[in-house]
């Protein structure tokens, strides 16, 4: 069959790439939060660099960070195999999951990027400022 015999094959298609990139853009805002960025290696693209940094954390990330870095950088480049399969595979029909796979993992990216990141910094500082119950 066709891609433009279908016009909810076209439709899906177009929403597994839609829920990529509001997954990718707010794992690169959630990257601005953190201490520091990880390691790349020689990747050129953009797409791959972060999915790389997010899965090799920067040294400064207290270990649930980093371990919560790791993790979205595993979903996230779960999303973009699913996208380069939507928007580059065209010539296969998609698994009749695939699209609520990948609202599933975009909807768990967005409630991890959502969370606040809790560095060791701000926990001393707030427990220096947390009035004693000593005093």
């Keep these: 069959m066709s891609l433009s015999a279908s016009s909810s094959e076209v439709k899906r298609r177009a929403a597994i790439g839609r829920a990529y990139y509001a997954a990718y853009h707010r794992c690169l805002d959630w990257e601005q939060a953190l201490p520091g960025r990880g390691d790349h290696g020689q990747l050129h693209g953009s797409h791959e660099r972060l999915i790389a940094r997010l899965k090799h954390p920067h040294h400064a990330c207290d270990a649930a960070t980093a371990n919560e870095s790791r993790h979205l950088g595993g979903q996230l480049e779960k999303q973009r195999g699913h996208r380069t399969m939507a928007d580059y595979r065209i010539k ?7 699209l609520e796979e990948q609202l599933q993992l975009a909807q768990e990216i967005l409630a991890l990027c959502d969370r606040p990141i809790v560095t060791h910094a701000y926990q001393r500082l707030r427990c220096q400022l947390r009035p004693s119950a000593n005093r």
Aim: glycine share 14%; charged share 30%; net charge neutral.
């Design 92 to 98: 296969g029909r998609l698994p009749p999951d695939a």
